[in-house]
C-alpha cells in the first residue's frame, strides 16, 4: 500500500460505480445542481453491450435529462435487429425463425421508444451528459474502506494506476457497484430470492460477419450444434459480436476455461467458418441470478441497480430498473440537500423501489419458464405484457397494469398527452423541475394556489391548465380538479374539487416532503 495521500475533498454526494446506473444516478443529481463524485474502479465504461434493449420509460428519463436525441441516434443502426432464431451456425441451418414486430408508435402512452443500444454504446452518451451537468467523474479508482458517523461518510478511495489513497467527504453515497457489491457486503445487508442458478460468460470478439449473416440481422441468436451452445449478438457494424456461454462449476468447469484459444474455437463453432480470422477482446463471467437485497439503504448509504436487485435478463428489466431507481433517489436526495423536505423523505426510496424489485425479479422468473418451455398454464397466465412491467408499474396496487387504462391514480406516473399538434411536447416535459400542478380548463384558482405554497414553502411549484378532452380522457378529472406530481413524474395527490385549493396544496406538499 502506497504511503501517499490527499487532504479530504467534499461532495454532497459520492457514486460508487460507473456502469450506466452510476452514471444515471450522478447525472440525476447534477442536472439538480447537486454536488456530485463518481468513481469506477475500472479505466472507462464498459467495452461489453451488456444490456441491449431499452424500454420507453428509460427513454423518458433520459429526455428529461436533454439527451435522448443522442441516445435515438446511436441506435438507428439497431433498428432492423428484429430476428430471433435458432441455427446451427450463422452458415448452417435455421432450426426455427421468427420476426419480431416494427417498433410500434406508442405515441398514445408515451412520447418515447423502445430501443436496442448495447451499453458500450450507450455508457459514454450517459457519460458525456453526466459531465456536461457538472459531475465529477474518476475512472481508475476504487473505493476500499467507508465510515459513517451522523454528518456524512468519509471513504477511502484508490488511484488503481498510481496505487495513490486518498478520502472523500460525502453526505450521502450511491453504492451502484453492481451484483456483487463490495460496500452492500462491507455494510451486512444481505441479499435473498432463488439466488445464483446459471454461470455464463460473455466473450466478446471481432470478426468480419457480413457474408456469415448473409443479409440477416439478429435480436437473438440461439446457436446449438455439437461444438457450442450460446447465444450470439452482433452489432450494427456487423465486425463485432458477443456469444454467451454457459459453463457449470458441478461439472468441473470454471470460468478461467475460456482462454483466448478456447474462445476463438467456440465463436468459429458459432458463426460456421473454420479458419475465420477472430480477435477476442474480453472475456466477462456473470452469473444469471435473481436477487433481491433485504434493505434498500444502510445509514446514508444507498443501494442502487445490481447491487440493490439482481435480475434474471430475460425480459431485459435489470438496467432499466436501475435507471429508474437512479431517478427515484436522485429527487429525493435533491430535496434534502436543498433543504426543502425532512430526511424522511429518503425511506420512501426503499418503501417505492424494493416492492417493485420484487414483482420485476418475479416477472423475468416467469418469462424465463416460458422461454424454457417449463412453464406451467398458471404461470403463463401471470405473466405480464412487458410495457405494464415496464411503464404501467405502480408504487401501491395493483402493481402493474396497461399504462393506457391509467389515469393519473395516485402513484402512477403520470399520463403522456401531446401538447402541439407537432407531437414534439408532451405532459411529460413539464416534469422535473420541482413540483408540478396539472388542472383542467377550470382550474385557474389551482394556479394561484401553486404561486402560494411556493411562496410559503420556499419550493419550486408550477402550474399547468391542459384542454379539457385530454385532461377527462387521460386524467379522468373533472375541470375544476387538479393533480400533483412529484419532480420524478409520479402522482403524489389528486382532488376532484375543493373550496380551498392553496391550503389543501400546501398541506399536501408538506405531507409530501416530511416537513
Known amino acids: 500500500m502506497s504511503d501517499t495521500s490527499s487532504s479530504t475533498p467534499s461532495t454532497s454526494v459520492l457514486v460508487v460505480g460507473g456502469g450506466v446506473v452510476g ?27 451488456r444490456a441491449w434493449g431499452w424500454y420507453p420509460r428509460t427513454l423518458e428519463l433520459f429526455r428529461s435529462a436533454g439527451f435522448e436525441a443522442d441516445v435515438l441516434q446511436a441506435a438507428a443502426g439497431f433498428a432492423d435487429h428484429r430476428i430471433n432464431a435458432k441455427v446451427e451456425s450463422l452458415t448452417g441451418r435455421e432450426l426455427y425463425r421468427s420476426v419480431l414486430p416494427a417498433a410500434e408508435d406508442l405515441g398514445e402512452v408515451t412520447p418515447s421508444r423502445q430501443i436496442a443500444l448495447g451499453q458500450d454504446r450507450l455508457e459514454p452518451l450517459v457519460r458525456a451528459a453526466a459531465e456536461r451537468s457538472g459531475a465529477t467523474l474518476m475512472f481508475h479508482t476504487e473505493a476500499v474502506d467507508l465510515v459513517q458517523d451522523d454528518d456524512g461518510v468519509t471513504v477511502t478511495v484508490r488511484d488503481r494506476q498510481t496505487d495513490e489513497h486518498r478520502t472523500i467527504r460525502a453526505r450521502y453515497v450511491i453504492a451502484a457497484d453492481g451484483a456483487r457489491s463490495p460496500l452492500r457486503e462491507k455494510l451486512g445487508v444481505a441479499a435473498h430470492g432463488r439466488g445464483v442458478f446459471r454461470h455464463q460468460v460473455s466473450i466478446l470478439f471481432r470478426a468480419a460477419l457480413t457474408e456469415p449473416l448473409a443479409g440477416r440481422r439478429f435480436s437473438i441468436c440461439q446457436i446449438e450444434n455439437p461444438a457450442v451452445s450460446a447465444i450470439l449478438g452482433h452489432d450494427d457494424s456487423l465486425t463485432e459480436g458477443t456469444l454467451i456461454v454457459t459453463y457449470k462449476p458441478e461439472k468441473g468447469e470454471a470460468a478461467s476455461d475460456f482462454t483466448a484459444e478456447r474462445c476463438v474455437e467456440l465463436v468459429r463453432a458459432a458463426i460456421g467458418v473454420p479458419e475465420l480470422p477472430v480477435h477476442i477482446r474480453d472475456v466477462l463471467p456473470w452469473d444469471m441470478a435473481a436477487l433481491v437485497a433485504e434493505r434498500y439503504r444502510a445509514g446514508r448509504v444507498f443501494f442502487a441497480g445490481d447491487s440493490a436487485h439482481v435480475v434474471p435478463p430475460i ?5 432499466n430498473t436501475g435507471v429508474q431507481d437512479a431517478h427515484n433517489l436522485a429527487w429525493r436526495l435533491s430535496a434534502v440537500l436543498d433543504q426543502q423536505a425532512g430526511v424522511d423523505l429518503l425511506d420512501g426510496y426503499e418503501q417505492e423501489r424494493r416492492p417493485l424489485a420484487l414483482g420485476t425479479v418475479e416477472q423475468a422468473q416467469l418469462r424465463l419458464a416460458m422461454r424454457a418451455g417449463f412453464a406451467t398454464e398458471e404461470q403463463k397466465q401471470q ?42 411536447w408532451s405532459t411529460l416535459d413539464l416534469f422535473g423541475a420541482g413540483w408540478t400542478v396539472l388542472a383542467g380548463p377550470g382550474g385557474g384558482d389551482w394556479a394561484d394556489a401553486a404561486q402560494a405554497a411556493a411562496g410559503e414553502l420556499s419550493v419550486p411549484v408550477a402550474a399547468h391548465l391542459l384542454p379539457g378532452e385530454p385532461w377527462e380522457r387521460r386524467f379522468a378529472a373533472t375541470t375544476r380538479g387538479a393533480v400533483l406530481v412529484r419532480p420524478d413524474g409520479f402522482v403524489a395527490y389528486r382532488w376532484e374539487d375543493v373550496a380551498e385549493p392553496a391550503k389543501e396544496l400546501t398541506a399536501a406538499l408538506r405531507t409530501a416532503l416530511h416537513r
Open 315 to 319: 425480459g431485459g428489466y435489470g438496467a
Open 23 to 49: 452514471l444515471s444516478a450522478a447525472l440525476f443529481l447534477a442536472r439538480q445542481g447537486i454536488p456530485t463524485t463518481l468513481i469506477e474502479r475500472h479505466p472507462g465504461t464498459s467495452i461489453h453491450p
Open 383 to 424: 405473466t405480464l405484457d412487458t410495457l405494464h412491467v415496464s411503464l404501467g408499474y405502480r408504487y401501491g396496487e395493483p402493481q402493474f397494469a396497461d399504462p393506457a387504462t391509467q389515469t393519473a391514480e395516485v402513484g402512477t406516473r403520470a399520463p403522456h398527452v401531446w401538447l402541439n399538434e407537432a407531437r414534439t
